[in-house]
């Protein structure tokens, strides 16, 4: 077992040198794709996901095809006692840069939990089964404890395990699907 730091760690060093390469221009392109034909997307009317940072699989496109098909797509603010909100990407929208380097919604319009129908969420690892490594402050865990919707993660090859070879703890909340380009093709299971 690796301690979760270490892991997160590791998968922030193998991330940033896979994002420079041209596999990861063609896996992301693969993902975008499989993201797109799923179920659960197309009857989504409202999909949250996030602004990526450099060393992430870009969020741009997948904003981009979901405002192109006609639906809304939030973005979330950091909150205290780490919680999150949810705000509209609108011409009420201003963001802003934290000091961690992510930006977020400044001002705009708070979209709730209950009105999200497919969360799009982040991570460093993913198993096929649905298990996750977030970036260790647990704001998703937190949000998604209660969320009812559906959630996908989108998981380029150096992020995909089979198995966790980290401690999954009790407070872990497993994504319903893992979209991957990992040898043996797309894995979407369902828990």
């Not at 499989?34 to 009317?45: D, G, I």
């Amino acid at each position: 077992m690796v301690n979760k730091k270490e892991l997160r760690k590791n998968q922030e060093d193998k991330l940033a040198n896979y994002f420079q390469t041209a596999d990861a221009i063609l896996d992301t392109l693969n993902l975008y794709q499989q993201l797109r034909s799923l179920p659960v997307f197309q009857t989504a009317n409202v999909i949250a996901t996030t602004m990526s940072m450099p060393g992430e699989l870009d969020t741009l496109p997948i904003i981009n095809m979901a405002q192109l098909l006609g639906k809304q797509v939030v973005i979330p603010k950091t909150l205290p006692q780490l919680q999150m909100e949810f705000y509209q990407i609108d011409n009420k929208l201003t963001l802003e840069k934290t000091e961690f380097g992510v930006v977020e919604p400044k001002t705009g319009t708070v979209v709730t939990k209950a009105q999200i129908d497919l969360m799009i969420v982040p991570g460093l690892t993913f198993t096929q089964t649905g298990v996750r490594v977030g970036f260790g402050a647990g704001f998703y865990d937190r949000y998604l404890s209660d969320y009812q919707g559906n959630t996908v993660s989108l998981a380029v090859p150096p992020q995909y395990f089979d198995q966790p070879i980290w401690p999954v703890e009790d407070f872990d909340v497993k994504v319903d699907q893992v979209l991957t380009t990992s040898p043996g093709g797309a894995v979407i299971e369902d828990n």
